[in-house]
Nanobody
Framework: EVQLVESGGGMVQPGGSLKLSCAAS????????MTWVRQAPGKGPEWVST????????YYKGSVEGRFTISRDNAKSVLYLQMNNLKPEDTALYYC?????????????RGQGTQVTVTS
């Protein structure tokens, strides 16, 4: 059974930083591209970033490029999202998923999510 457990969210001021983690189990993590998606209150899910199996290829939503960095530790089966210079519009519940399980920004299964709130 695929299990994905996100952590690292919190409340920060604009310009602050957070690093999200996603602990994966139930599948061979190193064999799968991985994706972060987010969902703000009252809005649909939004793709954020994807990383290839070996971590050499990364892709970002335009509004986060240059501020967010996706990475992975295949030895530990953990996916990361370093978020710098956070903006109020980054406020959302952030989820991780295997890229193969996503149709656009809609992914299943996915983790329970970790809340990021950016506010002054």
């Amino acid at each position: 059974e695929v299990q994905l457990v996100e952590s690292g969210g919190g409340m920060v001021q604009p310009g602050g930083s957070l690093k999200l983690s996603c602990a994966a189990s139930g599948f061979t993590f190193s064999d799968r591209d991985m994706t972060w998606v987010r969902q703000a209150p009252g809005k649909g899910p939004e793709w954020v970033s994807t990383i290839s199996t070996g971590g050499l290829r990364t892709y970002y939503k335009g509004s986060v490029e240059g501020r967010f960095t996706i990475s992975r530790d295949n030895a530990k089966s953990v996916l990361y999202l370093q978020m710098n210079n956070l903006k109020p519009e980054d406020t959302a519940l952030y989820y991780c998923a295997r890229s193969r399980d996503c149709s656009g920004p809609r992914c299943s299964p996915r983790g329970q999510g970790t809340q990021v709130t950016v506010t002054s």
